[in-house]
């Protein structure tokens, strides 16, 4: 941006924005003037020096606007960072490769559909082609349950591949389920042309934690089976829900739209639970209604996040210390989706403060009652005061009561603009995940949750960045303000020397 750079003195002459898919560069004669270059080709290496392009132009799928596709990312990651053999086998370039490599088709080839199964551990991937979904519909205005919905495939699975799998959510009873029906698929005159990814039931969109779980799934899942649903087709992938619009995971919480956002780019709001699609044929029989959708291309993986727990996991374990190139990618294609530029290290950093909900309406179980703070805005207040005389500035992450339905984007842009996250352990924290590379995390612990390893277990698999554990901050529900206090200047501390 022109303004930008003519608003900077020429201390910041060497660190100009860097975006996502182009990198801009301050030209040496003028101050306004910038020149773009284009992205590396895939046949390019990473520079070793200054790798961020590499790093950062991961592919959104189903555009042919950017460079490169996610595996090709993963990849380039892993060659740049050179993680050991076990590491890559935990999350990196062999435990992908090591999914791609146990494809094998379910069906024969008697039939118009075909299926193929991807399975690692509780890895499990189904990618179809030439299926319908049918939908029992009892009651209209009423949404279907677990059992309502029925996969028929025009063809016979092969000698001892029909999906047994566990789990009672809708995805894993449609792949238990799979019916072969000929003429069900006869009644298909016209299909969804485009690709469709189908997501689970059990999404939890109220906790950070297990929502950025099942975004990393998701993300592997797409990782995985990208170069097959890309092909022929011209429209681009479109998110479908299996979501019920009751109960604790309601469709209507705002964070579902995160998965279209950034897994079908350009269709906005158009994800929608499958049901509520313009069904390809109809049928009632004693007032029960029964819809189908023909598929061209389907994919889904059961469960909202078994797999993606092998990676992020919240425990001290034997892999804790591993680069993840995974995770590498993963963070850095958050970013790039929800365009969150790479700008210039400031000279002094901004602190986000992740607020917790202390009123009634937060329902806290017994054992989160102990990180409710009552001293809350006490402490902010003090940490306002200590950016005024450090030079940092403070902004808060209050996202519950008249904020709860702030939008997923909203909130990552928001929290986003930091270099040093605080705050008492809970799910908010791994909001770092969209913080730049290189900030800090501050982690203050209240009694026995010392063991959840969230934060700290992130930070070692991207290792660019640096987590702080804080212990004994909190006594009777109150915050040691000096601890606060000894612990920001830690952070200042140790983002300061990721300069060096």
């Known amino acids: 941006s022109r303004d930008y750079l003519n608003g900077k003195d020429a201390s910041h002459a060497s660190s100009i924005t860097q975006s996502p898919l182009l990198r801009v560069e301050r030209n040496d004669t003028a101050v306004g003037e910038a020149q773009v270059k284009c992205p590396p080709t895939l046949t390019e290496p990473v520079d070793a020096v200054d790798p961020v392009d590499g790093r950062l132009k991961v592919k959104r799928p189903f555009m042919g606007t950017v460079s490169h596709s996610m595996m090709d990312s993963i990849n380039r990651i892993e060659n740049w960072r050179k993680p050991s053999p076990e590491c890559s086998a935990f999350g990196g370039v062999t435990y992908m490769n090591n999914i791609i490599d146990s494809a094998r088709p379910l069906l024969g080839k008697d039939g118009m559909s075909q299926i193929i199964s991807y399975k690692r551990n509780n890895f499990e991937i189904y990618e179809a082609e030439n299926v319908s979904l049918l939908v029992t519909v009892k009651k209209e205005g009423e949404d279907p349950d677990k059992n309502d919905f029925l996969l028929e495939v025009d063809g016979q699975f092969n000698p001892n591949s029909k999906p047994a799998g566990k789990g009672d959510h809708v995805l894993n009873v449609i792949t238990n389920t799979i019916a072969h029906s000929s003429g069900g698929l006869a009644q298909c005159q016209e299909y969804f042309e485009y690709p469709v990814f189908l997501l689970e039931s059990n999404l939890d969109p109220w906790n950070w934690w297990w929502f950025l779980m099942a975004l990393l799934k998701q993300y592997i899942v797409l990782a995985v089976v990208q170069p097959n649903v890309m092909g022929d087709y011209t429209n681009d992938l479109r998110v479908l829900h299996t979501l019920p619009s009751r109960g604790r995971t309601g469709y209507e919480r705002s964070f579902n739209d995160a998965f279209d956002f950034l897994f079908a780019d350009r269709w906005g709001r158009n994800s929608r639970q499958v ?118 500035e403070l902004i808060v992450a209050d996202f519950y009561g008249d904020k709860k339905e702030t939008a997923f984007q909203e909130q990552a842009l928001f929290v986003s603009k930091a270099n040093i996250m605080m705050g008492v352990h809970g799910a908010g924290l791994n909001m770092f995940h969209f913080l730049p590379f290189d900030s800090v995390v501050v982690e203050i612990h209240a009694t026995g949750t010392t063991v959840q390893k969230n934060s700290a277990n992130y930070v070692n698999h991207i290792q660019e960045g640096k987590y702080i554990a804080v212990t004994g901050a909190i006594n009777q529900n109150n915050l040691n303000l000096n601890k606060v206090g000894n612990a920001l200047e830690d952070a200042m501390n140790e983002w300061a020397m990721m300069a060096k």
């Open 275 to 392: 049901w509520k699609e313009t069904p390809h044929a109809t049928t009632t029989h004693n007032g029960i209604t029964t819809k189908r959708y023909c598929f061209r291309k389907l994919v889904w993986s059961p469960d909202a996040i078994s797999g993606s727990g092998e990676i992020l996991i919240n425990r001290q374990h034997r892999h804790s210390h591993c680069f993840s190139s995974i995770v590498y990618s993963y963070a850095a294609y958050l970013k790039a989706a929800l365009h969150i530029p790479t700008l210039p290290r400031p000279e002094k950093p901004t602190v986000v403060w992740v607020g917790r909900d202390t009123s009634r309406d937060a329902n806290a179980h017994f054992w989160q009652t102990q990180r409710i703070i009552n001293n809350q805005n006490e402490a902010i207040e003090f940490l306002k005061e200590q950016c005024n005389i450090k030079g940092c």
